[in-house]
């Protein structure tokens, strides 16, 4: 099997809220200058003869002093609190929408580069709600797609909405029962790396059965970072999303099992967003050896009884 890295051409109100702390500060200390003023006129006409001074009475000048510097802490530092977690909410959650966008993206221009036209039957492996129907060819003959009892009429009515012929399974991929060799290309987004390290070989090996000869295996699926503090951040962020009920555990080395996977002809792959959340998004392509021999041994056969 011949691994490479190359996938031809790469695939493709807050403000009110911030403002406040410091407007009360900003009130605050113009109460405090107002006071600090008042009181070094008052002593500055009491103390001098000519009715005002240029320094101020060392007993005023020190109260003063404790009252400014004991205004500010705590409302400086809570507003800086405040916006530092804002700002940082806001540029999280503005990634992650922007890697979704950008992984739809690469979905639907796989699906619609590679799945074959001309009346393929797709199997996808885990079609979660449905949205990958919306990338499919529009000639797809069928999509054998494998969900659970939850997402059955959801599946139903965004197949309507795609126009896509589908034949809902809701088994485990292990048992579906599907005969060699029937499927023209199968897909999985975010099917592999939820799997436990043992199923997903299992899985694998099921795939590459029912594909024929020369079909591809199209995958999207996220995997652990190579860094330690970047896994570490990796791993706590989808902890949080179980607590949500989102089963996801990025695996170690995918990208190992599928190039040590048997059947394999060719296999294309990248990773994106490996700086922050690695994907790996690519396509193999089942050996032809399998069909070449069985098609020579029904040669012999036939020279055989003639």
Do not use: W
């Not at 899985?203 to 970072?225: C, H, M, S, T, Y």
Request: a positive charge; hydrophobic letters at 40%; one cysteine or more.
């Amino acid at each position: 099997m011949a691994a490479t890295k190359e996938l031809g051409p790469r695939l493709l109100s807050a403000s009110a809220v911030y403002s406040h702390p410091f407007q009360q500060t900003h009130a605050l200390s113009r109460s405090c200058l107002l006071s600090f003023s008042s009181n070094s006129f008052r002593s500055s006409r009491m103390y001098s003869p000519v009715g005002t001074r240029h320094f101020l009475h060392s007993r005023d000048r020190a109260s003063s002093s404790v009252l400014v510097a004991s205004s500010f802490p705590d409302e400086v530092a809570s507003s800086v609190t405040l916006g530092t977690a804002l700002a940082a909410l806001i540029g999280f959650g503005g990634f992650r929408a922007f890697v979704y966008f950008k992984i739809q993206y690469i979905i639907a221009a796989l699906l619609g580069n590679h799945v074959p036209r001309g009346g393929s039957k797709v199997l996808d492996m885990d079609i979660h709600e449905g949205r990958n129907l919306y990338y499919y060819p529009s000639d797809v003959a069928e999509v054998v797609a494998v969900t659970n009892e939850k997402n059955r009429e959801v599946i139903k009515n965004q197949a309507v909405r795609a126009g896509v012929p589908v034949d809902i399974k809701v088994k485990a991929l292990s048992s579906l029962s599907l005969p060699s060799n029937s499927m023209d290309a199968v897909v999985s987004v975010y099917c592999l790396c939820n799997l436990k390290n043992g199923d997903t070989k299992t899985v694998l090996r099921e795939a590459i059965r029912l594909l024929k000869p020369g079909k591809p295996f199209i995958f999207v699926e996220n995997v652990q970072a190579e860094g330690e503090f970047l896994r570490s951040c990796q791993l706590l962020f989808h902890r949080v999303l179980q607590l949500f009920g989102v089963q996801s555990a990025p695996p170690k080395e995918l990208s190992k099992v599928l190039e040590e996977a048997q059947g394999i002809e060719k296999l294309s792959y990248e990773t994106v967003f490996g700086y922050q959340d690695p994907h790996i998004v690519g396509l193999a392509v089942k050996q032809m050896e399998a069909m070449e021999g069985r098609s020579k041994k029904r040669a012999n056969k036939k020279a055989v009884s003639s």
